[in-house]
């Protein structure tokens, strides 16, 4: 529109505004007029009478159309069009073979070929006995099939002699009498002879159009190629049309594995059965085999890389595992170039919240659907080389630990490493670093965290009904404290091979493992090196969900996975160190035996930082909850006024008027006075105990005993201490004196070093370990039966 056009109308519409009715004239952008009261094209509305479900069932129409089975489906029957011409080629020329190989076999039938062959081996091999038997079966054989023909021949006629006259009978009454004039029993007859006549005019004319449908049919089926399947009739077009998998493929590929067993069922002939016949299964092929006797699954994932090369694929893109029954082989295979493709963005990444009960998305499937990876109830266990995955896949889990407003999460880092600093204003707990201090915090987050689980069990005890485990109704119930507790720690083999804490963080860690799952209680453990030296077999035998990134050899993947994993062909070696960065294979995530994940990778590294965002949505969360994060000092249990226990004087009782005792008569004695404190104890903890109090078990006749005379020693010398003053031990932090004298003998390597205490901290003998504890850490909870050990120790 020119310029004094759009004057002379907005002129007009000045004028008219003045009258009742107004007319509006929209707003000119780039020369167009907009005027919202002429008619505009809008989309119909759900409202509208007729057009919402119309408008939904074509949009479920056009769902469905691009669902992935009907595009497959599609496809095959557009190329299945195309091949029309050769397909019909080929279903003639089965029927003709089906046809010959019918009439084969009918003329071998007819003319005795098998006992035939066997009469011509047996005289050409000179065995006259076997000729005479050839020759006696051909002739008995021929006897008894004249005389079964002479016994089918004579009932025929026995039928007709009496069917004859019978219906010659019927058919005399029946013109010359009235069906009127007949009894009713001979009307009735006359009714089911007309029925009967009525049903065969319909069925002998269609027998007669199906039985050459059917007999070509069943002629082809006869003729067709001797393998199973029908891959010829479901093969697109597509790249990887040389290798499509089906039951042929399948069962070729296996035929050549060289297993013997094997190799003697194809030449006898045989044919393996498909308990689940070869199916799309997300972005890869499924089948489940049933194997011929004397062949295992675990001797097909044996020869894993022959199988892979048989069906045109990598190692890591073909999986036979072990069914429910070892003799049931379930074959996955990938397709072509799928497992080079990564996970995609993380799902929560921007936006979203967490409700942990229901589990974290941690990655893709092998069938390319997304694990929620279970968290409450269950622990983990992260493995493999350096630079795979493992510590970006612990992330990922606190991510979505973090992104529930009712869990804690603590975390430790056994190293120099910032993969967790995000996670700062998050975490009640968080130590990072190589030195001692961060062990020692590791190992009292254990302690504490099962003084926690104990807590837990008693509430859970007091709460109506006595429910077994945490719930998400009781999570929510922020007076109970019981809401989700994670605990994630990286790098664990150092804190487990820690020379002073190791030990005792093990033990700690597979109580944990063994009961916390009830109580909302996770345990999260990442490491890149999964020996039996590095991490406590208990932890491998007891975790719930082990992670497996590439590994080196069948020990690192028995390590994370459970032993016996590497035999039945669940394999992280496959996984190629760098190439596969970020695959892993997982078991116990899901119901399935084993997963192949591309995990989620939430970036954290030089420009690009998507973990902070998300950590602080979290903080965001919480606070709109009007909650706030948790304290890190837990809450003690109830000691229902228990007293402390002095252990020097419980010793000096126990040897009583005796000059020395023998040790393990001391712990037996010890246990009979206080077995709830005493129950667990073992011979280094006396030992570390002794040594506390500055005294020296020696040996005395072959077995090591305690003299009476060095217990009242340090029972004077800490009444001594005791008399010397606060301030004295606030001057020197020692909570008594060292003995004067040396002792005669120096201390056995078992007993530990006499412990010199702090002023607040009294140093004693942990039940469980023997190791030494703070009376500031935890109360264990209830200890086995004492372990008493050896006189010759």
């Known amino acids: 529109m020119n310029e004094p056009n759009r004057e002379d109308h907005e002129r007009a519409a000045l004028a008219r505004g003045g009258g009742r009715d107004v007319e509006h004239v929209g707003p000119v952008l780039d020369a167009e007029l907009i005027d919202d009261m002429l008619p505009q094209p809008r989309p119909r509305t759900a409202g509208r009478r007729g057009g919402g479900p119309w408008q939904r069932c074509v949009a479920w129409a056009a769902r469905v159309w691009r669902s992935d089975p009907v595009l497959r489906a599609r496809s095959v029957s557009a190329y299945r069009v195309r091949k029309v011409p050769v397909d019909v080629l080929r279903l003639v020329w089965f029927v003709l073979r089906g046809n010959w190989r019918w009439l084969v076999k009918f003329w071998n039938w007819a003319t ?309 600093e995000p996670f700062r204003p998050r975490l009640s707990r968080y130590g990072m670093g190589m030195d001692d201090s961060v062990a020692e915090a590791a190992t009292t987050a254990l302690a504490d965290l099962l003084t926690e689980m104990e807590r837990r069990g008693k509430i859970l005890g007091e709460q109506p009904g006595r429910p077994p485990k945490v719930s998400r109704k009781l999570a929510d119930k922020a007076g109970l404290g019981l809401h989700p507790l994670v605990c994630g720690i990286d790098e664990c083999h150092e804190l487990f091979q820690h020379p002073k804490y190791g030990k005792k963080a093990a033990e700690l860690a597979v109580r944990l493992i063994k009961r916390g799952r009830k109580y909302g209680i996770v345990l999260l453990l990442a490491t890149q090196s999964p020996t039996k030296d590095s991490i406590p077999r208990e932890v491998t035998r007891n975790v719930s969900c082990g992670v497996a990134f590439s590994v080196a050899d069948q020990v690192a993947n028995d390590g994370l996975l459970g032993s016996g994993k590497y035999a039945a062909g669940i394999r992280a070696t496959e996984l190629r160190i760098n190439t596969d960065r970020g695959t892993c294979v997982a078991v116990g995530i899901t119901d399935g035996t084993f997963e192949l994940v591309r995990t989620f990778y939430v970036p954290f590294e030089d420009g690009s930082d998507d973990v902070t965002p998300v950590v602080g949505r979290a903080l965001a969360l919480i606070a709109e909850m009007g909650r706030a994060i948790q304290a890190s000092a837990r809450p003690q249990l109830e000691t229902g006024g228990s007293v402390e226990v002095d252990e020097l004087a419980d010793l000096a009782d126990v040897i009583g008027g005796d000059n020395r005792t023998r040790t393990q008569e001391v712990l037996v004695r010890l246990v009979e006075r206080n077995r709830e404190h005493y129950g667990g104890w073992s011979f280094a903890a006396l030992a570390a105990m002794l040594a506390d109090h500055g005294i020296t078990a020696r040996k005395s006749h072959g077995v090591m005993t305690v003299h009476a005379a060095d217990v009242m020693g340090a029972l004077a010398r800490r009444d001594a201490d005791e008399t010397a003053g606060e301030a004295t031990r606030e001057d020197t932090g020692m909570g008594g004196a060292l003995p004067d004298d040396s002792p005669e003998e120096p201390p056995r390597t078992d007993q530990g070093k006499p412990g010199s205490g702090t002023s607040g901290i009294r140093r004693r003998p942990d039940p469980d370990s023997g190791r030494e504890r703070s009376d500031s850490g935890t109360c264990p909870g209830p200890s086995p039966a004492p372990r008493l050990p050896d006189e010759g120790r």
Do not use: C
């Not at 006897?143 to 019927?170: D, K, M, Q």
């Open 112 to 420: 005795y070929a098998d006992l035939r062959a066997d009469a011509r081996r047996a005289r050409l091999s000179g065995d006259a006995e076997a000729r005479r038997a050839a020759q006696e079966l051909i002739r008995s054989d021929a006897t008894a099939r004249w005389a079964r023909l002479g016994i089918v021949l004579r009932r025929v006629a026995i039928t007709l002699r009496f069917a004859g006259p019978v219906a010659g009978v019927l058919w005399l009454v029946d013109s010359v009498m009235d069906r009127s004039d007949m009894w009713p029993w001979l009307v009735d007859v006359y009714t089911g002879v007309g029925a009967l006549w009525s049903a065969l005019t319909v069925a002998v004319p269609l027998l007669l159009i199906t039985a050459p449908v059917v007999w070509a049919v069943a002629a082809a089926f006869e003729g067709r190629d001797r393998a199973p399947g029908a891959g010829w009739l479901v093969r697109p077009d597509r790249e990887d049309a040389d290798s499509w998998i089906d039951e042929r493929m399948i069962s070729k590929a296996l035929a050549h594995l060289g297993i013997a067993p094997l190799d003697r069922f194809y030449r006898e002939g045989g044919e393996l059965i498909y308990t689940v016949a070869a199916r799309k299964d997300g972005d890869g092929t499924f089948a489940q085999v049933r194997l011929p006797l004397g062949v295992t699954a675990d001797m097909v994932a044996a020869r894993r890389s022959k199988l892979a090369a048989n069906l045109g694929r990598a190692s890591l893109e073909t999986w036979p595992t072990k069914g429910d029954e070892d003799g049931v082989l379930d074959l996955w295979v990938a397709d072509k170039g799928f497992l080079r493709g990564g996970a995609g963005e993380w799902p929560l990444v921007h936006d979203g919240q967490v409700d942990v009960f229901d589990g974290v998305p941690f990655g893709l499937s092998q069938r390319g659907r997304v694990i929620n990876a279970p968290l409450v109830g269950v622990n983990w266990l992260i493995g493999g080389r350096p630079g795979q995955g493992k510590s970006a896949a612990l992330r990922t889990l606190l991510l979505g630990a973090a992104l529930d407003p009712t869990a804690e999460l603590w975390a430790f880092v056994m190293g120099e490493s910032p993969d967790f």
